[in-house]
């Protein structure tokens, strides 16, 4: 297309001017300076031309470069110039669509009400941009997005349309995937938890009068244990060979898994067989599976519920049948267990008790620390604290450890109770250091899940410095089981450093765990902590007696510091002192307070003319 050319050029108009009057001037230097004029016009009129034919190239090649497609129309949108792209994405060359209507190239997808409010949106605002479907050379439909522009002239009217679009098949695509991943198991191809979740919505919508709702939640005994022994990959075929069985039992049902080794059964019927169905779904799945040459017998674990007998809302008979399962669990494996209402009056309280342990650790002032005295038997000094974890519930009063703490270990809260411990009883230490108290070390109990699953050393360290105490005040008690756990990994190299830090290391309930002694010579070990399960019968119990003596006996042999638990009656003492015992802790000289009560009987003592380092906390109540 030649490019537009302007007249509006002074130099222009001179040569113009002096080429008409060059015939009317006498002279011939008149008519050659006329001559030169007009030279340089027609000079300055070839450059502009040049010009014009510069930008058209600039302009056709940024066009071609273009990655989207482009399509200029006129007025009466009739295609008149389109880029490479166009070409590219939908396989016409201009020659063959020049002069068509633009709208000849959509695909049949859109009613006579999309174009009509198409066009009203581009002639009052001049321009239009969404998503629309075309078609290509070739036949085949696409999705692109369309942005649209008039041009209009110098009295305003409408003289072409520039059309930019982007072919987004590949992103509607993608779309489709993460929708399909979203809502489907990539292993089994089955609808996964969430979709599961809407599915059994579904159904119970449309469930007619008559109809019933049979479910099965299907958990596979053992699993870890087979996919260990035949690979990670033979283990998902395994997975995939059990869906695709329990999607031909439940024919015309709906099939899922949950995630794991967990799988979902739901089937719509008209028909009281609950249990006998349950009773033939176990036993379709009892039949041997064939994995590369293995033949696998499984043992599978049910839970079941029917609707509307065990509840109308998906939500409600997901928890109803996680409930039954985890209660066939308990029972033993490879059986079946229905929910029942007292299953739910069960787990209730469990759900409940969580929720209010995470709340007091996100708002605080329910959870608080009591310590318990420990003392030198050989002149009654105090020689540390036990910080022990406390729960007052502001509704239910104070909670057992042994209620919260398992419930804390199961859920994932044991390194954020870990890691609060550890703050409290250093804040607290900072405390009593200003009041000048009787410097004592403080031992705080470390769980298993602190060691594998939070940072440890990192919470130490970071308490450390934040309330200026010293690590040696600080001692850490471990069970052996935690010792012994193989999810900690190799547990003596981080002791070791712990212990060159400056902390003390004890283990707690000595004798009651693996009873591995092995460990006490490569550990890095300070002192034991006598269970008080081997105390409390001293010093009638012969059997108890020999313990203890051996224990002792073995400590003095590796050099470790013994302190005895649960020490209750002035004979016990008598006997542990009698027998080399160096610590006690127990009922007999102070129960567990809390800080506050420890402070006032200081203050007390101190006020009373009571040494310093002498029996300021043995007076606690019974």
Known sequence: MWPAFSLNRPMLWMALSAF?????????????AAAVMVALGLLDAWRQVRLEHQRARLGEAALSLSEEGIIITNAANRIQAVNPAFTRITGYTLDEVRGLNASSLSAPRHDKAFFENYWQ??????????EIWNRRKQGDEYPEWLRVRVVSDESGRIAHHVCLFTDISVHKARERDLQRIGFEDPITGLPNRRRLHDLLAS????????????????????????NDGIGVELGDRLLADFGQRLAGYAAGGVVGRLGGDEFMVIRTTTRSDHDNWIKGLQSHLGQPFEIDRHSLRLGVTIGSCRSPEDGRESSVLFQRLESALYSAKRNGRNHSQRFRPALDVQDS???GLLNDLRNALAVGGQLELYYQPQYRLEDDRLAGLEALLRWRHPR?????????????????????????????????????????????????????MQLFQGDLETALASGLARHRVPARLLGLELTESVLLDE??????????????QGHGIAIDDFGTGYSSLGYLKHLPVDKLKLDRAFIHALPDDRADAAIVCAVLAMARGLELEVIAEGVETEAQRDFLLAQGCAQVQGFFYARPQPAGYLEAQWREQTSAGFSAQGKWVAEAPA
């Open 20 to 32: 008409s009057a060059s015939i009317w001037l006498p002279g011939i230097p008149l008519r050659l």
């Open 121 to 130: 949106t581009l002639r009052a605002t001049g321009r239009w941009e969404g």
């Open 203 to 226: 159904r119970l919508r449309h469930l007619r009068a008559g109809e019933s709702l049979d479910m099965a939640l299907i958990d596979i005994d053992g699993f870890k244990e087979i």
């Open 349 to 351: 309280p469990q759900l």
């Open 396 to 448: 239910d009063g104070m909670i057992s450890p042994g209620d919260f703490i398992p419930l804390a270990e199961r859920h994932g809260l044991m390194a954020t109770l870990g890691d609060w411990v550890i703050d409290q009883a250093l804040a607290q230490m900072a405390h009593w250091q200003r009041m000048n108290m009787p410097e004592a070390t403080v031992w705080i109990n470390i769980s298993a």
């Open 487 to 500: 999810r900690a990994g190799d547990i003596a190299p981080r002791l070791e450093k712990l212990r060159r």
